[in-house]
Nanobody, 125 residues
Framework: QVQLVESGGRLVETGASLRLTCAAS????????MGWFRQAPGKEREFVAA????????YYTDSVKGRFTISRDNAKNTVYLQMNSLKSEDTAVYYC??????????????????WGQGTQVTVSS
């Protein structure tokens, strides 16, 4: 069983930056690919970013490329999402997810085994 706890979400203005943190309880954190998803009111949960187990490869949805950066620290069992140049359309609940042994299909929520409770990011215009 893996527990994921997100933090860092808050109300910010357009153009601001935020860093989200996801702390994992996994004994072998490096066995899990990690992803960030988000869900805005009235919309489906959507993929934001993912990082492979080693941290060597990262993947992003087109709308955040060049603005968001996902990274991980396996020694600290933590994954981060650095969000820059925030826009009102980035407003959502952001979820951290873990997938054991995942090597492809990172954008598909159904392949992730564990999810956090989410952290609210609100960007005011």
């Amino acid at each position: 069983q893996v527990q994921l706890v997100e933090s860092g979400g808050r109300l910010v203005e357009t153009g601001a930056s935020l860093r989200l943190t996801c702390a994992a309880s996994a004994r072998t954190f490096s066995n899990y690919a990690m992803g960030w998803f988000r869900q805005a009111p009235g919309k489906e949960r959507e993929f934001v970013a993912a990082v492979t187990r080693s941290g060597e490869y990262t993947y992003y949805t087109d709308s955040v490329k060049g603005r968001f950066t996902i990274s991980r620290d396996n020694a600290k069992n933590t994954v981060y999402l650095q969000m820059n140049s925030l826009k009102s359309e980035d407003t959502a609940v952001y979820y951290c997810a873990a997938a054991i042994g995942l090597t492809w299909g990172f954008s598909r929520p159904q392949v992730y085994n564990y999810w956090g409770q989410g952290t609210q990011v609100t960007v005011s215009s």
